[in-house]
């Protein structure tokens, strides 16, 4: 009789478990139908609307397309436009005829909660707009090179190759031996600067030198006995932040003439240093010590 039950048993678990499951939904690989106010903007424009569904701002729209979000949200009411067949004046264009926070400020209705001080910022207040950097028209990397897509040949296109536009000097510093490793893709421009918001940490002073203790922590402390330039330039005293042809991205080669430049006045025994000596020989805690206020061992 328990033969006969456990049989009985085994057979109905395995027609449960052979049974069909409930049917799976196809997975829908047709291109969404593009809404009217796209359609009639593709009709001179097809090259922007097709490249549209290529960067982030078609992904509020999870079809592909945003019908709340079409040209209009940010070239404004295309009536004129359309009445007098295109042309310039005829509609909000982002040209170079608009104030630039007119431009921003188009941005800004959507953007500025994530952005709150742009109007600050060193960018805005020398005059550039959001179209200076971005562009929303293209791919994603579009965005991010003065709004021209990143040549193809780069193979990882980053964000500080728009940065290099504007400020070529400063990525020829890059080519020093000793240098940030911006080059190799370990630290891109917006690691140490945001560019929508004012430059508290541009000259990286005082507690802007934040920027270079997020990396840096072990020079951060905090200390008993402060190095003093802590309180004025920060690291920059001492540091080129972008590179350096002299070693640990001193301003100056020798250590001597770095400490010198600064302490000029020095202790009478001193004077049998030259600028061939190396000062941290003795001070060697020179970014922060707990135990002395010369920074010796």
Known sequence: MKWKLSCSLVLAVAALLLAPG????????????MPAELEECATCHEEHVAAFRLNP?????????????????????????LEEG??????????????????SGTCLGCHGTAHPQWEASSHARAGYDCTSCHSVHGDVWSLYHAG???????????????CYDCHADIFARFEYNERHRLQEGILECTSCHNPHEP?????????????????????????????????????????????????HQLVFQSVAQQCFSCHAAVPG?????????????????????????AFLK
């Not at 990143?150 to 296109?157: K, R």
């Not at 240093?273 to 020179?286: D, G, K, L, V």
Request: aromatic letters at 8%.
């Open 22 to 33: 409930p049917a799976q939904a196809e997975p829908d690989d047709s291109v969404p139908t």
């Open 57 to 81: 701002h078609s992904a509020l729209d999870t079809e592909g397309y945003a019908e709340s979000y079409s040209c209009a949200s940010c070239h404004g009411d295309a009536t004129q436009h």
């Open 269 to 293: 025994f001193h004077a049998r240093f030259t600028e061939e000596s190396q000062c941290t020989n003795c001070h060697s805690a020179i970014h922060g010590s707990n135990f002395h206020p």
């Open 86 to 103: 295109g042309g310039e004046g005829t509609i909000f264009a982002f040209g170079d005829g608009e104030l630039p926070s007119t431009n």
């Open 148 to 162: 021209q897509p990143i040549a193809s040949e780069l193979a990882s296109p980053r964000v500080s190759d728009t």
């Open 199 to 247: 430059s508290t940490r541009w000259m990286l002073g005082g507690f802007k030198q934040q920027a270079c203790l997020d990396c840096h922590q072990d020079k951060g402390g905090p200390f008993i006995f402060e190095h003093g330039s802590v309180r004025g330039e920060g690291c920059v005293a001492c540091h080129d932040p972008h590179g350096s042809p002299n070693r």
